[in-house]
C-alpha cells in the first residue's frame, strides 16, 4: 500500500505574501505535525526523514510521514494500513523508527496491548522501504512478568545493538529505564538488563520514560520524559543525562529540566534527536496552553543549543504559527477512502465509495455511537458539514456528524460522543456517554426533504453549536452545548461521520466539509 497526500501549508511572508524559506528548521514554524501527534519518532534514509506518531485507538495504524526539511511534512504510507495485528487489541503508542542502513530496512518498534495475557508490551515490525509493506514481528519477550513500554535502540561504541525501554510503572515501585542486548534481527532481546536511569529528582515525580539516546563527541546523551504526561493535570517536563559509555554510569545535568512549559505550549514530551549537519533538533510533542486538552499533543521541532560544558539546553522561544494549523478539508468520496479517515481499531468498518458518495454501514458498535469515520481536530475553532441522502440510506438508520471524546479524561474511559443526525423521522442533536444516549434536541425531518445538510460549529474547543438547513436559511437545533467534560485522556478531540441503526442498511454521505475559523 502506497499512499501520498500532501498538506497543503500557506502562509504570508513580508507584505508582498511570497513563500518564506527558512535557512534552519524549527523555529516559530509549529506545529510540524498539527492535532493529535503524541510520541513522535524520527529516522534519516539518506537525504529523507521519516516520522510516525503514536495512534492510540485509532486505524490505521502508526503513519509513515516523509520530509526533505523537517518542517514540511506529507503522509506516505502506514505501519499497519489494515488495522492492529492479529495479537493486540488496543493501547497503540510510541512507535520508534530505527533505520539498519547495512540491511537496508527499516524497523518500527512499537507498544500494544496483548489479547491473551491483557498485558502492554513492546512489540516490532520491519519493512524495506518506509512506504511498506512492513511485516510484523509480534511482541518481544522482555519478561513475562513486567510490562513494557518505550523503546529506542543504540549501538554502544563497539557497534552492539542495545534495546532501550522502560517498565510499566507500579505504584509504590522506582521508574527505571533500562537497556539490554538484541539480536540484530531485532527479534529477540537477551542477556542481563542493565539499569540507566531511575526517577531520583524531585521534577520527575513518579515517572522517568519516553528514553532517547544520541551520540556527540564524547559523551551519549539520554533525553528522557517525567511527571504526568497525558491528561488535563499534565507536569510533564524533559531532562538529560549523560554518560561516555552507554551502560553508565549517567550523570543527570544539574540544571533539570531542560525543557518546560512557555506562554504558547505545556507539558513538553518523549521524542526524537535528528541531525541535520552539526546541529541537532528535538521532534517532540506539547500541547497547547489554551485548549490543548481539545486539540492534543501536537508535533513540535526545536533546536537543542549547546553549554560551554557540552551540556544541551533549549531557548523555548517556540511560538504557534497559526497558518500551518489551518488545514481545511472537502470530500465527496468519488474516489477510494483517503488516508486521513480513521477509524477505532477494533471496528469492523464496512463502507463503498463512488460517485455517490459514501456509504457507510450503521451499526451500534464503539459504545452506541454507531460505525464512525474521524480525524484529528487540529483547532479550537472550526465548523463542519455534510450531505445526508436519506433517500439512499436505509429505513432504520441516522447519519451526521459528530465530535468524539470519552466519558471522563481518565485513561481507558469509554467513548462519548455529542453529534447531529439525520434519519428518516428526526433530525436529532445527542449526547451519548458510557453506552447512555440522551436526546438534547430533536425536530422533524420530514421538513428537510432526502438531501439534508447539517453542520456542527465547534468554538473555544468546547462549545458547540448543531443547526440544520432548509436551503435558504441555516436553522439552530441547539446552541452552546458544552462538551468540555468529555475530553479524551491524552488523545484532543477527533471529529468525523457516523451511521447508526441497523447492522445490515447503510447511511449515504453525500459530502463533507471542515473549515477552520
Given amino acids: ?93 510510541a512507535p520508534e523508527l530505527s533505520y539498519d542502513e547495512k540491511q537496508k530496512k527499516l524497523y518500527v518498534y512499537y507498544t500494544g496491548r496483548d489479547k491473551s495475557t491483557g498485558k502492554i508490551t513492546i512489540a516490532v515490525a520491519s519493512a524495506d522501504t518506509p512506504e511498506g509493506p512492513f511485516t510484523d514481528h509480534g511482541p518481544l519477550m522482555i519478561s513475562e512478568n513486567i510490562e513494557t513500554i518505550d523503546a529506542f535502540e543504540i549501538r554502544d561504541r563497539d557497534n552492539k545493538l542495545y534495546l532501550i525501554w522502560k517498565e510499566v510503572y507500579s505504584p509504590g515501585q522506582p521508574s527505571i529505564i533500562y537497556a539490554q542486548p538484541i539480536s540484530e534481527d531485532r527479534k529477540k532481546v537477551y542477556g542481563k538488563k542493565q539499569e540507566l ?33 497525558c491528561d488535563i493535570t499534565c507536569d510533564y517536563e524533559i531532562g538529560v543525562a549523560r554518560s561516555k559509555n552507554l551502560l553508565g554510569s549517567w550523570e543527570k545535568y544539574e540544571a533539570n529540566p531542560i525543557m518546560t512549559d512557555n506562554e504558547t505550549w505545556k507539558c513538553p514530551g518523549t521524542g526524537d534527536v535528528v541531525e541535520q549537519g552539526n546541529d541537532y533538533y528535538l521532534l517532540f510533542h506539547s500541547y497547547k496552553t489554551v485548549g490543548g486538552d481539545y486539540v492534543g499533543r501536537e508535533g513540535l521541532l526545536e533546536e537543542l543549543h549547546w553549554t560551554d560544558d557540552n551540556w544541551p539546553y533549549f531557548e523555548r522561544t517556540t511560538e504557534m504559527t497559526l497558518e500551518n494549523n489551518r488545514i481545511d478539508y472537502f470530500d465527496d468520496f468519488s474516489k477510494a477512502l483517503e488516508p486521513y479517515w480513521q477509524w477505532r481499531a477494533t471496528q469492523k468498518l464496512s463502507y463503498a465509495t463512488g460517485e455517490n458518495g459514501l456509504m457507510l454501514a450503521a451499526s451500534a458498535e464503539n459504545d452506541l455511537l454507531g460505525s464512525l469515520l474521524a480525524q484529528p481536530v487540529k483547532s479550537m475553532n472550526f465548523e463542519v458539514t455534510a450531505t445526508i441522502d436519506l433517500s439512499m440510506s436505509g429505513p432504520d438508520v441516522k447519519g451526521g456528524i459528530l465530535l468524539i471524546g470519552a466519558t471522563n479524561n481518565g485513561f481507558g474511559a469509554p467513548m462519548a460522543g455529542l453529534g447531529i443526525t ?72 477527533r471529529w468525523g461521520l457516523v451511521s447508526k441503526g441497523e447492522t445490515n442498511e447503510f447511511v449515504n454521505i453525500r459530502s463533507v466539509e471542515l473549515i477552520n475559523r
Wanted: with cysteine.
Fill in 1 to 93: 500500500m502506497k499512499i501520498r497526500v500532501r498538506f497543503l501549508w500557506f502562509f504570508c511572508c513580508a507584505v508582498m505574501l511570497q513563500a518564506c524559506s527558512f535557512e534552519k528548521p524549527g523555529g516559530t514554524f509549529n506545529p510540524v505535525l498539527p492535532g493529535d501527534s503524541p510520541n513522535p519518532s524520527v529516522a534519516k534514509i539518506g537525504d529523507t526523514y521519516y516520522a510516525s506518531a503514536t495512534s492510540n485507538e485509532w486505524s490505521p495504524l502508526f503513519p509513515i510521514y516523509q520530509s526533505d526539511d523537517l518542517n514540511n511534512w506529507e503522509l506516505l504510507s502506514y505501519v499497519f494500513p489494515g488495522g492492529a495485528p492479529d495479537w493486540a487489541h488496543q493501547n497503540f503508542f
Fill in 197 to 229: 536511569i531511575r526517577n531520583d529528582q524531585e521534577w520527575e515525580g513518579e515517572i522517568v520514560e519516553g528514553p532517547c539516546i544520541f551520540l556527540r563527541d564524547d559523551y551519549f546523551y539520554l533525553l528522557y520524559s517525567g511527571g504526568n504526561c
Fill in 422 to 493: 439525520a434519519g428518516h423521522d428526526l433530525i436529532e442533536v445527542w449526547i451519548t456517554s458510557g453506552q447512555e444516549k440522551n436526546v438534547y434536541e430533536a425536530v422533524p425531518a420530514d421538513r428537510y426533504g432526502d438531501l439534508v445538510k447539517l453542520r456542527m460549529r465547534v468554538k473555544n474547543g468546547d462549545l458547540l453549536q448543531f443547526s440544520v438547513s432548509d436551503g435558504s436559511r441555516w436553522n439552530i437545533i441547539a446552541d452552546s452545548v458544552d462538551a468540555s467534560g468529555y475530553v479524551p485522556w491524552g488523545m484532543g478531540f
